[in-house]
């Protein structure tokens, strides 16, 4: 996954007017993504200063569809993002990127298709 937009700043007035269905700690660095699972490792960077931060999706929440992901004070912050206009970009990281196979079985019928 691999995304440009705004983020939406976590306020616990949305949650109690029901605009978001969750709660986050705005005092802790918490994301939330609706569509990516729970403990995905995100980095997340803000492309007018090159700040970026790696951390896991919390939950899945579900806010409007026009922001990519949700996110506390705190990780705003960090990031150096204005509460105005909260650009940023979302990378998803895999951990493992390649499968390597153990052991293969060549069967004779397939044997007699390569020669």
């Given at each position: 996954?691999?995304?440009?937009?705004?983020?939406?700043?976590?306020?616990?007035?949305?949650y109690?007017?029901?605009?978001?269905?969750?709660?986050?700690?705005?005092?802790?660095?918490?994301?939330?993504?609706?569509?990516?699972?729970?403990?995905?490792?995100?980095?997340?960077?803000?492309?007018?200063?090159l700040?970026?931060?790696?951390?896991?999706?919390?939950?899945?929440?579900?806010?409007?569809?026009?922001?990519?992901?949700?996110?506390t004070?705190?990780?705003?912050?960090?990031?150096?993002?204005?509460?105005?206009?909260?650009?940023?970009?979302?990378?998803?990281?895999?951990?493992?990127?390649?499968?390597?196979?153990?052991?293969?079985?060549?069967?004779?019928?397939?044997?007699?298709?390569?020669?």
């Amino acid at each position: 996954y691999n995304s440009k937009g705004f983020a939406y700043i976590y306020n616990d007035e949305d949650y109690k007017n029901k605009i978001i269905n969750g709660k986050l700690d705005n005092s802790l660095l918490q994301v939330s993504h609706p569509s990516l699972k729970n403990n995905t490792l995100i980095k997340i960077t803000n492309p007018k200063t090159l700040d970026s931060l790696t951390i896991r999706n919390l939950k899945r929440i579900k806010y409007p569809d026009f922001y990519k992901i949700l996110i506390t004070k705190k990780v705003a912050e960090q990031l150096n993002i204005e509460s105005s206009f909260p650009l940023i970009e979302i990378l998803e990281i895999k951990k493992n990127k390649s499968f390597i196979a153990k052991k293969a079985k060549i069967y004779s019928e397939e044997k007699k298709n390569i020669l």
